[in-house]
């Protein structure tokens, strides 16, 4: 129970954040619906599984086979699967999954619990794998992941903007996501896992966590919601260690684990709070605001300091990153993403002609919609002012 209160209670990135609320960033909601959430669940559920066929009742040692309670580790193996098939980053976990019989010292399961995990895995992958294009899916995604990996992915941390992310760019995020305080929370917790009656519990949510870890900080890309796959087994560790130390010199040990978890309640308040204050913000508004202001919904918008995933849901085809070169644009948007700053030749027609631009604030953004019947004119590196109906 405790572990599923902290990790549902605790802010995360990409849902509104310590972060967010200090700065008045918008919340996203998108990330929810794809990837991570789902890759985690099934990875949790598959080690569950696993955990199951370890701890599980045995028959009589007279009845006892190497094939008892296979089905739990087929399921672990299926859940597995259902993991690798959302984001393939869980494949490493296999190493965890591999712990389970070797913790437990099952030599025959270990052969015997491998092999029904196998078979249901790879049942699984094909089945999901198959409907997309089976070998030829699976081969594109892996030269995609290893392009990306490769190039990196341009991120801001600490202030400076970085292609390649450094090794402890996750550490950041997770205060970053749920703050400092539920950070001591989380480590005092983990700390008290491993130094109280630590168990084959511990050892294999430590197995899992260090091999994640291990694999994100070694990793070129480093997200705002990676950070978000390790949670599951940081919290279910911190659980464990404030349930043994409350039971270690009650009552002084229980008031000293009850006080610490009652900390994380505070960002826990700061989610539902920002939660029910979330609006439709930014570019969500942006083409009603326009209407308002009579720009014609045929004008099209050049958009700097946003990614275009950030805009495109909101207003299609009508939005262009800055990035184009070519096209006419009677909008420029500016938004706070450090990593798309404006370019130079859209700041000097700003600062060369002001009185041809109409310029109001949006929220985070700024918003500059061109008078005169005149639009910005995009062709290669430069952009200049020019009428719109010229024919």
Known sequence: MLAAGLWWLTPRADSPTWADVASGTAARIDRLALLEPLMTFFAVAALAAAWQWATRPRRPADRTTAWDGWWWMALAGALLALSVTSKVTTTVLVLALVAVPLLFRRWSGLLTGGVAAAAAFA?????????????????????????????????????????????????????????????VVLLVGMAAAFAIRPDRLVALLGIALGILVVFYSTANVALPHYYQAWMPWIIALAAVGYTRLARLRPPLTTVVALLAVVVTIVPAFVVVRTVAETRTTGFARLE??????GVPDDVRVLVSGSAQQSFAVFIGRRGATQGVTHGDYGVLVAGIDPRFPMDDDLRALLREHPERFEEFRLDALRVWVVRDGLVIERRGDTATLVPADRG
């Open 123 to 183: 049942v699984v992958f094909v089945v999901a794998y198959v409907p997309v294009g089976g070998v030829r899916a699976i081969t594109f995604m892996i030269e995609f992941q290893g392009k990306h990996d490769t190039r990196g992915h341009i991120i801001s941390v600490l202030g400076k903007t970085y292609m390649i992310a450094p090794w402890w760019t996750n550490f950041v995020r997770v205060v970053e996501g749920v703050g400092w305080p539920t950070v």
């Open 288 to 293: 009603g605001v326009l209407e308002e202001r």
